[in-house]
Nanobody, 126 residues
Framework: QVQLVESGGGSVQAGGSLRLPCAAS????????VAWFRQAPGKEREGVAA???????NYADSVRGRFTISRDNIKNTVYLQMNSLKPEDTAMYYC????????????????????WGQGTQVTVSS
């Protein structure tokens, strides 16, 4: 059982940056996908960015070029660097993980993931 803990959320003005760490309680090495999802009030939870064990990445169109996902397998931590933030990025951000043998792009759909963190709030003001 892997436990995931997000941190780094907060309030920032539009155009600003935040970095969200996702720390895992156990090893999340080469055979784990880790992804970031977000959910705004009244909206569905959506995949934002995902990273495979070999550092292949996948991004939602809405964040490509602004957000970067990376991982440190020694520290068992995945990071989401968010730049050029917009008010529409305001949401609760969740980290998710799954052990997989897939060699395809890491998924951005909720059903692909088994382990979930409790979330960290990001608020972007205009």
């Amino acid at each position: 059982q892997v436990q995931l803990v997000e941190s780094g959320g907060g309030s920032v003005q539009a155009g600003g940056s935040l970095r969200l760490p996702c720390a895992a309680s156990g090893y999340i090495g080469s055979n784990y996908w880790v992804a970031w999802f977000r959910q705004a009030p009244g909206k569905e939870r959506e995949g934002v960015a995902a990273i495979a064990g070999d550092s292949r990445t996948n991004y939602a169109d809405s964040v490509r070029g602004r957000f970067t996902i990376s991982r440190d397998n020694i520290k068992n931590t995945v990071y989401l660097q968010m730049n050029s933030l917009k008010p529409e990025d305001t949401a609760m951000y969740y980290c998710a993980g799954i052990r997989t043998i897939s060699t395809g792009p890491p998924g951005l759909d909720r059903a692909s993931y088994r382990y979930w963190g409790q979330g960290t709030q990001v608020t972007v003001s205009s």
